[in-house]
């Protein structure tokens, strides 16, 4: 079956970017001059998504914003001869079509994703945290998408990560069915090192059946008193099947304060036009440290 849309929820607070995200989104602040939201929003566009539905609160309309036509500004570009960034700017607006639904009160990831079930309907879905910016050759909801068109199951995307760090994800543990790909047993949220069942990590990307509405509406809250998503998914792990895919790719947390500069850094190098000073900067700075 083929997946035609993808939930983005963009309704948390961002307290860990305040004082920034007192009135800027979060999602807004840019990776050099780009707002990270439309990096992810390109992939699910790349993955062949036709539709996204963002999950929005208080003082996030202007994320919609970043993807309407803005006539005034394309008049003032023409007029001064700017063409190129008139054409980038309409690029953006005819990316892909969107919707968007409210959630009123941040009750949690999980909750965010409930949120969008009548604008899903019945059909299977792909999820992307906008936390989450992924490079990577073959779009990384791509290659969910990939196994999910085989197996017909949920499947959320994995990341090994280091023992020191395993606390601050959701972890699996799960059998190996073949490179990369893990039969999920069971999930646990934010675990101690010594607790963890594996250091296969649950990162923003997932590709989920739309059984997990019925699932998220009876999950009550867990950590921080909030609806998870993960203990949606221990619900639907009672009923189905649910696959595991440690992506190829390379994952920047810029939900963290360091990921955030490590992204910055790491786009900023990958630019003809800020590649070089980049380097010579960084080389100079390194030097008089
Ligand atoms: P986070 O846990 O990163 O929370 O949410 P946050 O509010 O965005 O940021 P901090 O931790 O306070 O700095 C993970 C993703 O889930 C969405 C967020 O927008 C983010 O994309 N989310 C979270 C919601 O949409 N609603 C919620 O109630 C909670």
Redesign the pocket.
């Known amino acids: 079956m083929k997946i035609n849309k993808a939930v983005i929820?963009?309704?948390?607070?961002?307290?860990?970017?305040l004082p920034a995200t007192k009135t800027v989104p979060?999602e807004l602040l840019p990776i050099v001059d780009i707002p990270s939201i439309q990096y992810v929003v390109q992939e699910a566009v790349d993955s062949g998504i036709k539709e996204v539905i963002f999950?929005t609160g208080r003082g996030k309309d202007s994320i919609e914003d970043h993807f309407d036509v803005a006539p005034e500004l394309d008049l003032v570009l023409e007029e001064r001869g700017q063409t190129e960034m008139a054409n980038t700017l309409k690029r953006i607006a005819e990316m892909i079509e969107i919707v968007s639904v409210r959630?009123k009160r941040?009750?949690?990831?999980g909750?965010?994703v409930f949120c969008a079930r009548d604008l899903v309907g019945n059909e299977p879905f792909a999820v992307l945290?906008?936390?989450d910016l992924i490079e990577a050759e073959v779009p990384c909801v791509r290659q969910l998408l990939e196994i999910f068109e085989e197996k017909n199951e949920s499947v959320i995307a994995l990341m090994k990560v280091p023992e020191n760090e395993i606390h601050r994800y959701g972890v699996i543990k799960g059998n190996g069915i073949s490179s990369r790909l893990y039969d999920v047993q069971d999930l646990v949220e934010k675990p101690a090192a010594k607790e963890a069942p594996s250091r296969l990590a649950i990162i923003g990307r997932y590709v989920l059946r739309p059984e997990i509405f019925s699932l998220l509406e009876k999950t009550s809250p867990g950590t921080g008193g909030?609806i998870q998503l993960t203990d949606g998914l221990l619900h639907l792990l009672e009923k189905r099947k649910l696959y595991g895919y440690e992506f190829v790719g390379e994952r920047y947390d810029i939900?963290d304060k360091y990921g955030f500069v490590r992204a910055t850094v790491a786009y900023a190098l990958k630019r003809p036009d800020l590649r070089e000073p980049v380097i010579a900067y960084l080389r100079s700075a390194l030097n008089n440290e």
């Open positions: 929820p963009v309704a948390g607070l961002g307290t860990r970017f979060k999950v959630q941040p009750l949690g990831l909750h965010a945290l906008a936390d909030e939900g």
